[in-house]
């Protein structure tokens, strides 16, 4: 049966081996005219055979080359964000970043040992969204900083380049995908400030492994990344759409979003619900039992809608076959 | 059994009296099954299917000599009083869940002597077959659950205390705030550790599992049942599909969607057919209200359909009909805690039961029921309520200033257990169905 869980999931997979290992087959990274592919996703700078740049690597790289260098670079990363935010919105994070799968890996497992997960509460939700949007300010402020000639951090400019880079736990999981194992989890020496950086990594790291597999998709609710395609999802041309008078407010959709969109449960009125947090893995489109309640859109065409068929589906419990299934 | 004379609320009725009204009793609600039945069969194109619930429909037929033999071999009976109490739960146990809201006439007659008339009658039925120990299926059980919904359970759980060991659940009247919903989780939790108890299995995560894919196959049933009677026209009446519903209180629930899912096939072929059981042109029902019981209860529906000019009743939005199996449980992970939390959740968010509020009112059964006119195409909407039932009585305004917006014709009925109202219930029905029959037709002409 073709459910949507099982769509995104090969998705991912597919994802996750083009971006990380179509590089052994020979293929560098994409570009056209020195403009190179940026992917909205953590396609991390980390893995050797990489085809295509991540977005917030670029603007990173651009923002530290300065006025001069770097700024004219800038144009073409965010164009391509841009272009892809606007098409697809979220649905980078769960249908495509490797990082995204990962997670998903760990929550597979955690499913398949039938351990139940955590919530986060609504004021560590808050706490989340906080932390996102921090770490957006200083991974750009500190690459402007860098940019700026004869500003206090340009002296720090080796041991800060890509700030953000250094502490993202991609940086430590992409070497071991590779076979790179030693390069996990290194401390580096060369100066107090990498080394205070390398400790702060491995923490966010550790962090990630403890948390990942227990609250849900808890990276991409820190993910800078995630905090600026989020912007683009009331935009974007793929979106989530709910037909509030259809609704029964069962409360599936809320308890089986895997960030906690309270906004998919709770709005009636509004046709169109793209809560900033939504990654659009579109789980509560196939666990809705209600017929048309809810529909995956791609602008006001209804691409798939719930209905009672899909949902016992794609539910963790399988209906009990009937007497005319049986024989 | 009442067994002490110095009990909280019933008297302790003398031996003599009891064994009488047994069997007056007996012979009363076969006479009124076996007559309700002989109404139903007079529909056209009746589905052969039909039997088997006609079967189960009769009190002191097959399903209680089976329940007797299941707890003859040491099985135990958990009875609830209202459709919030978790079904899967009591399952998962091992145990039969039998639904013990009383549709019986006479016994809400013995009931007067307890509460005041003006209490409702599925109230006072059910205390008068506690009294008298009339109901066999109210007999076999070793314990009731009771949800405190409306007024009338939130007392008549202690009025039973006096026979049977009851559960009371806490049900919170606004459903969706965080609080309520845990507080909601741990009401389920404490009556799967008292059904534990009871039964001395342990609630184990795969006899749940079992039991949530058991229910979510009678769902799926049912709403084949449902789909099929959007359809215009009509292949079932709104008399066989309720007590196909009904059903579900007392049978086994597997085999109960085992035969819906038969009789659904057989509807299906008579689509095909072109067998219908009423014309094209019949003006389309739906019930919503208070709930209608079998079988006395059956006295609306068989006026309804049995009027001249005749309705058909399309759908309903009863706790007795439709709502019973229309939720399932949706489990998103299968891990034990999960599963609680799905059946607990299934049971009380979507519930559109007027005993729920909220800053909105009950807006959900407002949306629900609005949607159903329009995926029914119903014509009309009858308000059914029956004396006492205070919580929907007070909801009909919100409905008919929405049905009058929307071009609805509405109608409230209040009505009794008795049948002494029947005549004037009938002139009050034929008047409405003729005027929806005219309506349909002059709509038709513009």
Not at chain 2, 259 to 278: G, H, I, Q, S
Not at chain 2, 334 to 342: E, F, Q
Not at chain 2, 360 to 377: A, E, F, H, P, S
Request: glycine content about 6%; proline content about 5%.
């Amino acid at each position: 049966m073709l459910t949507i869980s099982r769509l995104r999931l090969a998705s991912q997979i597919v994802c996750f081996l083009l971006i990380v290992y179509l590089g052994y087959l020979g293929v560098r990274i994409i570009q056209w005219n020195k403009i190179i592919l940026t992917l909205p996703t953590l396609s991390c700078y980390y893995t050797d055979h990489r085809i295509a740049s991540c977005f917030l690597r670029s603007l990173q790289e651009a923002l530290s080359g300065g006025w001069k260098l770097g700024y004219t670079t800038l144009i073409a990363p965010i164009l391509l964000f841009l272009i892809f935010g606007l098409i697809f919105g979220r649905s980078w994070c769960s249908w495509v970043c490797p990082l995204g799968f990962v997670q998903d890996v760990f929550i597979r497992i955690r499913k398949f040992l039938h351990i139940g997960y955590y919530n986060l509460s609504d004021n560590l939700k808050v706490v989340s969204i906080f932390a996102r949007w921090f770490f957006v300010i200083s991974l750009a402020s500190i690459a402007i900083g860098i940019g700026i000639p004869h500003f206090f951090l340009k002296q720090y400019q080796y041991d800060l380049v890509t700030p953000f880079c250094q502490i993202c736990p991609s940086k430590q999981i992409f070497p071991c995908v590779e076979g790179r194992f030693k390069e996990m989890m290194v401390v580096d020496n060369i100066s107090t400030l990498s080394t205070v950086m390398s400790c702060i990594a491995i923490g966010i790291f550790v962090f990630y492994l403890a948390t990942t597999s227990f609250i849900r998709r808890m990276w991409c609710r820190l993910c800078p990344m995630g905090a600026l395609l989020g912007c683009l999802n009331k935009l974007s041309f793929l979106s989530l759409r709910k037909e509030g008078k259809r609704c029964t407010k069962c409360g599936i959709c809320e308890r089986s979003c895997p960030v906690q969109v309270k906004e998919v449960y709770e709005e009636k009125e509004k046709e169109r619900i793209d809560p900033t947090d939504c990654t659009l893995c579109y789980r509560c489109v196939e666990m809705c039992p209600e017929k048309d309640a809810l529909k995956i859109g791609f602008f006001k065409l209804p691409i798939a809608r719930s209905k009672f068929k899909r949902f016992s589906q794609a539910s963790a419990v399988k209906t009990l076959k009937t007497q005319k299934e049986k024989s | 059994m009442i067994t002490k004379a110095d009990a909280k609320y019933l008297p302790l009725l003398p031996s003599e009296e009891k064994e009488e009204l047994q069997k007056a009793f007996k012979a009363s609600v076969q006479k009124t099954v076996a007559e309700n039945i002989e109404k139903m069969r007079k529909v056209p194109n009746r589905a052969r299917a039909m039997e088997y619930f006609d079967q189960v429909s009769d009190f002191f037929g097959m399903r209680e000599k089976e329940i007797h033999e299941f707890k003859v071999q040491g099985g135990k009976v958990v009875g609830f009083a209202c459709m919030l109490a978790p079904v899967e739960l009591i399952m998962a146990a091992g145990a039969i869940p039998i639904r013990i809201d009383s549709g019986f006439y006479t016994p809400s007659k013995i009931g007067d002597r307890v509460v005041p008339v003006e209490v409702c009658p599925v109230i006072r039925s059910m205390i008068g077959l506690t009294m008298a120990d009339l109901y066999p299926y109210l007999e076999m059980c070793d314990a009731i659950i009771s949800p405190n919904s409306c007024d009338g359970k939130t007392k008549v759980c202690e009025i039973l205390g006096d026979a049977f060991p009851v559960w009371e659940m806490n049900v919170p009247k606004v459903k969706d705030t965080p609080e309520a919903k845990a507080y909601w989780l741990h009401q389920v939790k404490d009556v799967k550790s008292k059904l534990e108890k009871l039964t001395g299995k342990k609630i184990t995560r795969k006899a749940m599992r079992t039991a949530i894919a058991k229910t979510l196959k009678a769902t799926a049933a049912s709403r084949r049942l449902q789909d099929l009677r959007k359809g215009s026209p009509a292949v079932i009446s709104g008399r066989d599909a309720m007590l196909v519903e009904q059903m579900t209180f007392f049978d086994d629930i597997g085999r109960w969607a085992d035969k819906t899912n038969l009789l659904c096939d057989e509807l299906e072929a008579k689509v095909r057919e072109k067998a219908y059981v009423a014309p094209q042109e019949t003006p389309r029902i739906l019930l919503t209200g208070s709930p209608m019981i079998w079988p006395d209860c059956w006295k609306i529906p068989n006026l309804i359909e049995e009027s001249k000019p005749a309705g058909l009743i399309v759908a309903d939005e009863l706790c007795s009909g439709d709502r019973v199996f229309f939720d399932p449980v949706g489990v998103d992970e299968g891990s034990a805690g999960d599963m609680l939390k799905a059946i607990a959740e299934r049971y009380v968010l979507p519930c559109t039961c007027p005993c729920f509020t909220s800053e909105k009112g009950n807006q959900d059964r407002i949306d629900k029921l609005q949607t159903m006119v329009k995926d029914y195409k119903a014509n009309g909407v009858i308000y059914h309520v029956i004396r006492g039932c205070h919580l929907y009585a007070m909801e009909y305004m919100r409905l008919k200033r929405l049905c009058d917006r929307e071009n609805i014709p509405i109608y409230y009925l209040d009505t009794e257990y008795s049948r002494e109202d029947s005549g004037q219930m009938k002139t009050r029905i034929e008047a409405f169905i003729e005027m929806l029959s005219t309506k349909t037709q002059t709509d038709d002409l513009y």
